[in-house]
């Protein structure tokens, strides 16, 4: 099976969205990170969801209230683990534990023309796919 067999939509945020709405999105809706788009909508970075206690939580959303996510994405090359929709199961399995990221952007690249997120994949729809072959 092929990465692009095992790519679905997922939600995305732009550098432009509210820090704090983007922090809410996996929360309610328990994803293991987000993709962060650039203004024109081309994959820019990941956002794996972390872990945090309460009193950390709190001066985190203090922290964040007025910025937006490119505010709070470090300077430089953002962190955006992307793979080819020809790239194995095994393939994408490595790049998740190399980059320890529990989501991969699917991109495509055409030839002259700007990336086009195709999907994600997840850690545990990989995971999931890699039990039904045990």
């Known amino acids: 099976?092929?990465?692009?067999?095992?790519?679905?939509?997922?939600?995305?945020?732009s550098t432009e969205s509210d820090a704090i709405e983007a922090v809410r999105l996996p929360v309610d809706r328990r994803l293991p990170g987000l993709v962060v788009t650039d203004c024109a909508g081309q994959p820019y970075a990941a956002l794996p969801a972390g872990v945090i206690d309460e009193p950390h939580a709190d001066r985190l959303c203090h922290a964040l209230r007025g910025r937006t996510v490119a505010d709070c994405l470090l300077v430089g090359r953002p962190?955006?683990?992307?793979?080819?929709?020809d790239w194995t199961a095994v393939e994408l399995a490595e790049l998740m534990a190399r980059s320890r990221s529990p989501l991969v952007a699917m991109v495509e690249r055409p030839?002259?023309?700007?990336?086009?997120?195709?999907?994600?994949?997840?850690?545990?729809?990989?995971?999931?796919?890699?039990?039904?072959?045990?």
């Open 79 to 85: 962190f955006l683990p992307t793979a080819d929709p």
């Open 1 to 13: 099976m092929r990465a692009r067999d095992l790519a679905e939509s997922y939600v995305s945020v």
């Open 111 to 134: 030839t002259g023309e700007p990336a086009r997120l195709l999907g994600v994949v997840t850690a545990t729809s990989l995971l999931e796919h890699l039990l039904k072959t045990v």
